[in-house]
């Protein structure tokens, strides 16, 4: 994972809430083994007019001119607005993934479901929950905006900078902050405390035998 | 330890890994279940960094959500699709290669991983489970701490066999009363998440309690814990009282003898203390309850079935009211139509929410005798898993779908999410008793409402949303 950067960013707002995991990628996508492949089928049924199906190329789809990010002020946005409850429903990672490769680093909305919130850390994608009216505020200063609106992300100082100098605050848990800013290997990060594990093991299999009669 | 633990605290104090210095805590999972769509990225990023599973017979795996429902005699060829049958394949791989053991296509207990597991008694109370799907919560039923995790959170518990975790908050929602007959426990979770909304539970461990939770089955209690994610929770509970330990009871992996007397008298602690403290309280009446069924594009978007599709400035919050017209216009309805008026193309009886032996017995008794209406293209029986296929055989209930004009199909995830060969076609509304009817989910542009097996079957005789009631 990459350690995250303080950066300024397009903005693209997405007007909608409750904004589902089955909707930033479809199913059918999910059949892939492999961790890349998916941005250009992020949000399908809503960016295209068409079916989509895997390995059938961006090419050979009809756009939905409509949608938010086939806009052309919005093409090389980084940052996602969206209303609240951002990526509900299944735990599909991919839904992250979705996003980074698509170049979304970082998606601001009022509240976001638990286990996409918990996906985006593992990836190096960044969520701020800001408040309710702040976002909203958001939406109408974007779509009042002439030129392209953009913001400055800085998660070491949990801060975003509008493009008229104004800062927000948001909060995050300090781990998250920390391991998204070192970009460490979670997994490495949790080894280190082996010695932890085994005598947490060595107790359990004490308390509760029945659960180390392994059938392999 | 104080004795105003809720019985989330009590499996969380029981699972954390000692020596922490952050904040942030680990804790033990006993239960890995994993399947073939978010296990293959897990596997390959443990084998890049050279890691081996910590301890392989926590891990127990199963294909379901890409297996085909017909031709299944013919294995792994069955599958038509030759990404499907990669992913397959490389679940098959990546067992053998590890040694975890799977149940695989070929194997009677295949099924849908939050079936399989509690039908073999690797789902057991008091564990800690994780699985890499949302519906994990499903084995709360048995005062587990069961959630669903991502990718990444696999190749975690592969590797690490723990998780990193911030404890959630407790929610209780308690639902008191005798249920109604024609009511179920599918009309008992849909009301709650109507109530709730889909992020009413974020952030929390929800535990179901009170008298109209503790008449349920072992299969309707996994009704209403599958669902706890739908009200936004990660993890639903229920605690263990005699219906859970006579069903974990003699189960193929459940422990036996000296071992069996030692999980009883610990699991028998699994409750919450009297004074515990929960951060959020909810009550319903069960007793006043109708049958349910959804309308929308979001779980939440749910109707008594005597009640009339709302316009959507019947809603609060300009956020509900633009989620209600989203969902009229992508679901093809108009507000103030009777939702008994929607008249539907297919039916689908299965999931895990609504796939184990009682609910096609449930659906089995309201079909009998009745036919599938001429209107209907297809109506699809797919049972949970292969034992529960075997036993419903054995019931002789398939018969008395195939009579009425159902397929009876094999084991798997099927329309739940269509990514096997079942699936809406653009425009097509379906009568399910899964879990989500979020736009696409049964097939692009397909419709869903979700509702009980009996309901689902009564709709099939009249070919429109119908309350089971009339069948009963
Ligand atoms: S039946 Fe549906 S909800 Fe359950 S695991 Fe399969 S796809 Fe997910």
Redesign the pocket.
């Known amino acids: 994972m990459k350690a995250f950067e303080k950066f300024t960013g397009l903005i693209a707002p997405m007007d909608r809430a409750n904004v589902d995991t089955d909707q930033i990628i479809p199913k059918q996508f999910l059949k892939s083994i492999k961790r890349t492949g998916f941005g250009d089928n992020l949000f399908d049924a809503w960016r295209y007019l068409d079916e989509g199906l895997m390995n059938k190329s961006p090419n050979e789809r009809r756009i939905n001119h409509d949608f938010v990010l086939n806009q052309s002020q919005y093409q090389g946005a980084s940052i996602l607005l969206a209303r609240t409850n951002f990526g509900c429903g ?1 735990s599909r990672e991919h839904a992250v993934w979705a996003l980074q490769e698509y170049g979304f680093t970082c998606v601001i909305a009022p509240a976001f479901a638990d286990i996409f919130y918990n996906n985006c850390f593992k990836n190096g994608l960044l969520p701020i929950a800001l408040k309710e009216n702040i976002v909203s505020s958001l939406f109408e200063e974007i779509a009042a905006s002439a030129d392209s609106y953009c913001l400055e992300v800085d998660l070491q100082e949990q801060r975003v900078t509008k493009p008229d100098g104004t800062a927000l605050t948001f909060e995050i848990a300090p781990e998250r902050k920390a391991s998204l800013l070192s970009g460490l290997d979670e997994i490495g990060k949790t080894l280190l405390r082996q010695a932890d594990i085994k005598a947490f093991e060595e107790q359990h299999t004490k308390a509760q035998p029945w659960l180390f009669t392994d059938h392999s | 330890m104080s004795s105003n633990r809720t019985l989330y605290d009590k499996i969380w104090d029981a699972h954390t890994v000692g020596g922490a210095d952050g904040t942030d805590s680990l804790l033990y999972i006993d239960r890995h279940l994993l ?1 073939e769509v978010t296990s293959p990225q897990a596997f390959e990023g443990l084998r890049l960094a050279g890691r081996v599973p910590w301890r392989l017979g926590s891990n127990i795996a199963t294909p ?2 890409n297996v085909p429902t017909v031709g299944r005699r013919r294995g792994l060829e069955g599958i038509q699709d030759p990404i499907s049958r990669l992913q397959v394949v490389t679940l098959d791989d990546n067992c053998r290669d590890l040694g975890i053991e799977q149940f695989d296509i070929n194997d009677i207990r295949q099924g ?3 079936v399989v597991g509690p039908e073999q008694g690797l789902t057991l109370p008091g564990m800690t489970i994780v699985c890499g ?3 994990t919560s499903t084995h709360g039923a048995f005062g587990a701490l069961a959630q669903g995790i991502g990718t990444s959170e696999v190749e975690h518990v592969l590797a690490t066999q723990c998780l990193v975790q911030s404890k959630s908050k407790n929610m209780r929602i308690r639902l008191d009363g005798v249920l109604a007959s024609g009511v179920y426990a599918k009309d008992l979770i849909l009301s709650i998440i109507r109530k709730t909304g889909t992020a009413g539970g974020t952030g929390c461990t929800i535990e179901f309690c009170g008298s109209a939770i503790e008449a349920l089955s072992m299969e309707a209690r996994m009704t209403v814990c ?1 669902m706890a994610i739908e009200a936004g929770a990660r993890a639903g509970l229920i605690a263990v009282d005699e219906t859970t330990l006579q069903f974990v009871r003699n189960r193929p992996y459940s422990p036996k003898g000296a071992l069996w007397s030692l999980a009883e008298a610990n699991w028998r602690e699994l409750v919450s203390d009297e004074n515990a403290f929960f951060d959020i309280d909810m009550t319903i009446d069960a007793a006043r309850l109708e049958p349910q069924v959804s309308w929308g594009t979001s779980p939440e978007l749910v109707l008594g079935v005597s009640e009339k599709i709302p316009a959507p400035h019947s809603f609060e919050s300009s956020d509900k009211q633009e989620l209600a017209t989203h969902s009229l216009a992508y679901m093809g309805l108009e507000a103030g139509d009777a939702i008994t008026d929607v008249a539907l193309d297919r039916i689908f009886i ?4 609504n ?1 184990r032996i009682e609910d096609i017995r449930i659906a089995a008794e309201v079909i009998r005798g009745h036919r599938v209406a001429s209107r209907i293209k297809q109506a699809l029986v797919v049972p ?1 898993s292969g034992l529960v296929k075997k036993q419903a055989e054995e019931e002789g209930l398939h018969k008395i779908f195939k009579a009425a004009g159902f397929e009876w199909r094999d084991p ?3 329309m ?2 269509a ?1 096997n060969d079942d699936r809406l076609e653009p425009g097509e509304r379906c009568a399910s008793t ?3 009817n979020f736009e696409g989910r049964q097939g692009y542009l397909g419709r869903t409402h979700l509702m009980s097996p009996a309901m689902s079957a009564a709709s099939a005789i009249r070919g429109k949303i119908t309350d089971p009631r009339d069948y009963l």
């Open positions: 299944s | 399947h379901d959500h849908i991983v939050h799907d949302s519906h599958n299965g999931s895990c929410t796939a949970g798997g995830c099927s739940c999410l990514m899964s879990n989500r």
